[in-house]
């Protein structure tokens, strides 16, 4: 009895086999008859996709020269810390690129490399992770570490490590 059904398991992985291959050379036939004939209306659809996705580039490209400019102009007029956070915020918030520093957002796991031991305590941003605001994609993986923390039951109470130290103020 298995081994009828190990022969009819081999032969539905090798009929998927051959399904993924046809679909492969379907995928290529399409893309030569696209290069070969440039007037039927599926290469005139990718044709116009492409030259909206170049005429984007182009100004994602300018836009992102222009905010080089800016940050630049400033810290060569010696812009202070606080001007150059402000302006490098603006900066992120045109191009779509958002800031996350809390790794507490149950969709941190996505953005933020942890480190330590994840019962010892909640998790403090080291660096900040980078999202594409458009896309949800992670542009820079953060990084955040587990931190110990003290109840307010356990305030007052010493540790026996704690012991031998003394308070100081």
Do not use: W
Not at 50 to 70: D, E, I, P
């Amino acid at each position: 009895m298995f081994g009828r059904r190990q022969q009819q398991f081999e032969a539905i992985e090798k009929i998927a086999k051959l399904i993924d291959q046809i679909d492969r050379r379907v995928e290529r036939i399409e893309t030569v008859t696209l290069v070969r004939e440039p007037s039927t209306a599926a290469a005139a659809e990718a044709y116009e996709g492409l030259r909206k996705q170049v005429v984007a580039a182009v100004q994602n490209r300018t836009s992102h020269l222009s905010q080089l400019a800016q940050i630049d102009a400033a810290v060569a007029h010696g812009a202070a810390a606080e001007d150059l956070a402000e302006l490098l915020g603006r900066c992120l918030d045109q191009a779509g690129l958002e800031k996350v520093d809390d790794a507490d957002d149950p969709e941190s796991t996505r953005y933020f490399k942890f480190v330590g031991d994840r019962d010892s305590g909640r998790p403090e941003v080291i660096e900040a992770a980078y999202v594409d605001r458009a896309t949800g994609r992670t542009v820079r993986l953060g990084v955040a570490k587990y931190v110990g923390h003290r109840s307010p039951q356990d305030e007052g109470h010493r540790s026996p490590q704690d012991e031998g130290e003394e308070e100081t103020e």
